[in-house]
């Protein structure tokens, strides 16, 4: 049985900035762990000899020549904005009071 | 004049191109059959107003002998997870609702060059998270086989759209079976490419080394029209392959025309059926084996051990790329944003809006991946789960030395009712049994239909996968074997679809 509990589900679900209600909370530690038990056999054949896959088709990196292409305009980038002042994103206070 | 929207894609292009019809005329036929049967289906999140202007402009261009391609003119349904520059993309998530991207998909793009005809976009599990649609933030969709059933998922608005005649064809996009496991429950075809065969610039990402777009039909040689459409390098997608495609139409057409698997190795993957699986997948599978063996080719059995880790290694992979993906959802450059009660940081805003944005599964998700991806948990945990796809592309190296394609059932059941799996995350999850495997090895594989369970009534689907790069067989043999079953039943299995009824 793994240990997931409601204090590690909180931390994760700050780590992720997702401001989860209480019985989110309680709901998805129940939920996890049933989960997590059930993935966790892979380390059942994820032995020390195996190397690790992290792309399904070789890959090398792709550069291409430092030219300037067509890029956004200023207005069209931020068109889908929240709320913007015309050249920026506006956002509210990176800090709080007592940082 | 004869219902439109009952031909399929060739069969318009064919018309189109001897101008015993307009897309004007097609396009409006397709519009009409949306308002009619889409209030009970819900397929389309958003239908385009720039439908039958764009088919104007495209009978225009006929008009004035303009040299088109094959598909020019034909309507097409677009899933909502590819960005359109003019027309909201959602994702089927309330954060981006009513979004509208600054730019087109690269695949969207290469529709509207080669004159195709935008009809709207469909509805999905909210950022393709999901195998029945219910995970929609704006409601599910309907299996137009049986309203009460799912469509599948996450592409479920682009297979039921093209199973209710809405569109003869629809975009999807493949990160665990969203396009196969659709087709497989209603009745229709899709196929996911190899990866990096189809770009995936503009698709709103889910698990970068996973997903991949594709086409979504009711025949194999649609997908294959449209595949060559689609597919090709786009050097703003990195991952995209540099390979040159040999036209998939023509060895779709080839294959239907010959009907001869004579010389053709079938490998039937023994992990993929059986236990689980029910009985009317399993019969209908069989008979497709009888049928194959009928037409020349040589059967066997192939095993891949692996594949029992299939499901654990995806859902590890899967929520950890999802949770680094969908951090730009962060109330700063587009989509939602939610200040909290008595204002806040930053920070507090993107994780009020983080809350009200996205759905329940996709919270699951985003906690299970930051918690595989934590320090202490890594290697154990993502770790593990790559050498396991290490583990998987073995078996099919070796399936692949002793057989040119491999198959097994699209999905292991018929479409089940809606709600049934909602609350049990974890049996939702074991829908994609017999997909996960090909995205985790990148190689490509098409769902298509294989008959009716005798037992209710409703689409099997069969895969079809091939190495790496040899997407062609999957057309070749997925046409040949179309062509058989149906020679066998008399007719389409789409023909078979109760009638809906029509709002008027």
């Not at chain 1, 990196?61 to 913007?84: C, I, S, Y």
């Not at chain 2, 009619?36 to 002998?65: E, K, N, P, Q």
């Not at chain 2, 008979?287 to 059995?301: D, F, P, R, T």
């Amino acid at each position: 049985m793994s240990e997931i509990t409601n204090d590690q589900v909180s931390h994760l679900a700050n780590l992720a900035r997702i401001a989860l209600t209480p019985e989110e909370i309680d709901k998805l530690t129940g939920e996890l762990g049933v989960i997590i038990d059930s993935i966790a056999k892979v380390s059942e054949v994820a032995t020390a000899d195996v190397p690790a896959t992290s792309h399904p088709i070789r890959l090398v990196n792709v550069f291409r020549p430092d030219v300037p292409g067509p890029t956004l305009t200023a207005k069209q980038a931020l068109a889908g904005a929240p709320e913007h002042d015309g050249s920026r994103f506006k956002v509210s206070a990176i800090l709080g009071e007592e940082q | 004049m004869a219902d439109l929207t009952r031909l399929t894609a060739a069969e318009l292009s064919q018309k189109l191109q001897a101008r015993e019809i307009s897309s004007v005329d097609v396009t409006r036929a397709h519009l009409d059959r949306i308002a009619a049967v889409d209030g009970d289906i819900h397929a389309f999140l958003h239908v385009s107003s720039a439908a039958l202007a764009t088919a104007a402009d495209v009978d225009t261009r006929r008009g004035d002998g303009e040299k088109l391609g094959p598909l020019a003119g034909v309507p097409i349904a677009i899933k909502d997870v590819l960005c359109t520059f003019d027309m909201p993309s959602t994702a089927g998530s309330k954060i981006l609702e009513g979004w509208v991207p600054p730019y087109d998909a690269t695949v969207v793009r290469k529709l509207r060059e080669a004159h195709l005809v935008p009809l709207g976009k469909t509805n999905m599990d909210e950022f393709a998270m999901g195998s029945s649609t219910e995970h929609s933030a704006f409601g599910p969709t309907h299996n137009p086989w049986d309203l009460d059933r799912i469509p599948g998922g996450s592409g479920g608005g682009s297979a039921a759209a093209v199973a209710a005649y809405e569109a003869p064809l629809a975009l999807g996009s493949d990160t665990g079976g969203s396009i196969r496991q659709p087709a497989a429950v209603t009745g229709s075809v899709g196929v996911k490419p190899t990866y990096g065969g189809v770009s995936r610039y503009g698709a709103i990402a889910l698990a970068s080394s996973l997903d991949q777009v594709g086409p979504v039909t009711r025949t194999v040689l649609d997908a294959a029209l449209l595949h060559d459409v689609i597919g090709g390098y786009d050097p703003r997608d990195s991952t995209s392959l540099k390979d040159p495609w040999p036209s998939f139409a023509d060895a779709a057409r080839t294959g239907a025309r010959d009907r001869s698997l004579k010389g053709v190795r079938v490998g039937v993957v023994k992990q993929l059926n059986g236990d689980g699986f029910q009985v009317g997948v399993r019969d209908r599978f069989a008979e497709s084996l009888e049928v194959l063996a009928a037409a020349g080719a040589e059967i066997v059995e192939v095993s891949a051990p692996n594949f029992e880790y299939a499901i654990a290694a995806y859902y590890l992979i899967l929520p950890a790329e999802a949770s680094s993906n969908l951090a730009k959802f962060d109330s700063v450059r587009f989509g939602l944003r939610v200040n909290p009660k008595g204002g806040g940081t930053v920070e507090d805003v993107m994780a009020a809006t983080r809350e009200a944005g996205f759905g329940p599964e996709v919270k699951r998700r985003i906690i299970l991946g930051t918690y595989a991806l934590s320090a202490g948990y890594y290697d154990a945990y993502y770790g593990s789960a790559q050498k396991v796809r290490t583990l998987i592309q073995r078996d099919f190296d070796a399936a692949f030395e002793r057989a040119d394609v491999l198959i097994s059932p699209a999905a292991p059941t018929t479409a089940f009712k809606l709600g049934e799996k909602l609350e049990d995350p974890l049996a939702m999850y074991l829908n994609d049994v017999t997909t996960i495997p090909a995205n985790l090895a990148g190689i490509p594989g098409m769902g298509l239909p294989m008959g009716l369970a005798p037992e209710d009534g409703l689409p099997t689907g069969i895969q079809l996968m091939a190495p790496a790069r040899a997407d062609v067989r999957l057309y070749s043999v997925g046409a040949a074997l179309e062509a058989l079953l149906e020679d066998r039943w008399g007719h389409t299995l789409i023909s078979q679809a109760p009638e809906l009824a029509v709002a008027r």
